[in-house]
């Protein structure tokens, strides 16, 4: 059997000369390499018989509904240590034209996604005041030491859906805070 040099430049690169000779070797020619492609088809259409049997043996669900409360697009990453005897409470929240939240803080981390109208969300950022506004389809994670305010500066109501994370037995999901007096 005739190894043929296939790719250029391997002569000063000898392990990659290497790779390319065995992987030339192992190919050949004529009717072995026929035969190889073959196999190789057919192991193919092996697979893909058993993954749709796969398939048509799955059990479907049934009786079950499933209705989005909320999707966002979020920018923080998000990791989550619960904690023993700590819950995980979600809440529908509406801020009315001109209604804010207080400035308060949550006990452990909070995801925000907005579903309607636009949330401006004041933080006390190591003494400035940092701001942004939210939209549908935006969403945002609060950490436990974050003291801020959220406003609805619009004139149609906010829709939030919150997820609340390491909530006690008392079930409170957020913390008054003194304004800091930043924004």
Same mark, same amino acid.
């Given at each position: &059997?005739?190894?043929?040099?296939? &790719?250029?430049?391997?002569?000063? $690169?000898?392990? %990659?000369?290497?790779?390319?000779?065995?992987?030339?070797?192992?190919?050949?020619?004529?009717?072995?390499? %026929?035969?190889?492609?073959?196999?190789?088809?057919?192991?193919?259409?092996? %697979?893909?018989?058993? &993954?749709?049997?796969?398939?048509?043996?799955?059990?479907?669900?049934?009786?079950?509904?499933?209705?989005?409360?909320?999707?966002?697009?979020?920018?923080?990453?998000?990791?989550? $240590?619960?904690?023993?005897?700590?819950?995980?409470?979600?809440?529908?929240?509406?801020?009315?034209?001109?209604?804010?939240?207080?400035?308060?803080?949550?006990?452990?981390?909070?995801?925000?996604?907005?579903?309607?109208?636009? =949330?401006?969300?004041?933080?006390?950022?190591?003494?400035?005041?940092?701001?942004?506004?939210?939209?549908?389809?935006?969403?945002?994670?609060?950490?436990?030491?974050?003291?801020?305010?959220?406003?609805?500066?619009?004139?149609?109501?906010?829709?939030?859906?919150?997820? =609340? =994370?390491?909530?006690?037995?008392?079930?409170?999901?957020?913390?008054?805070?003194?304004?800091?007096?930043?924004?």
């Amino acid at each position: &059997m005739k190894l043929r040099h296939v &790719m250029r430049g391997t002569e000063r $690169r000898p392990q %990659m000369q290497k790779s390319v000779l065995v992987l030339t070797a192992a190919l050949g020619k004529g009717r072995q390499s %026929m035969r190889k492609k073959k196999l190789l088809g057919l192991s193919l259409i092996a %697979m893909a018989l058993v &993954m749709a049997v796969g398939a048509a043996v799955a059990t479907p669900g049934s009786g079950v509904t499933a209705v989005p409360l909320a999707s966002a697009q979020i920018d923080d990453q998000l990791r989550i $240590r619960q904690g023993e005897g700590k819950s995980t409470v979600v809440a529908d929240v509406t801020v009315t034209p001109d209604g804010t939240t207080g400035w308060h803080s949550h006990p452990g981390k909070t995801l925000v996604l907005v579903t309607a109208g636009e =949330f401006t969300l004041y933080r006390d950022r190591d003494g400035r005041c940092r701001t942004r506004t939210y939209g549908p389809g935006e969403g945002f994670v609060e950490p436990p030491s974050s003291v801020h305010v959220g406003v609805n500066e619009g004139d149609t109501n906010v829709e939030l859906v919150a997820v =609340f =994370f390491r909530i006690g037995a008392d079930g409170v999901t957020r913390i008054d805070q003194p304004d800091p007096g930043v924004c």
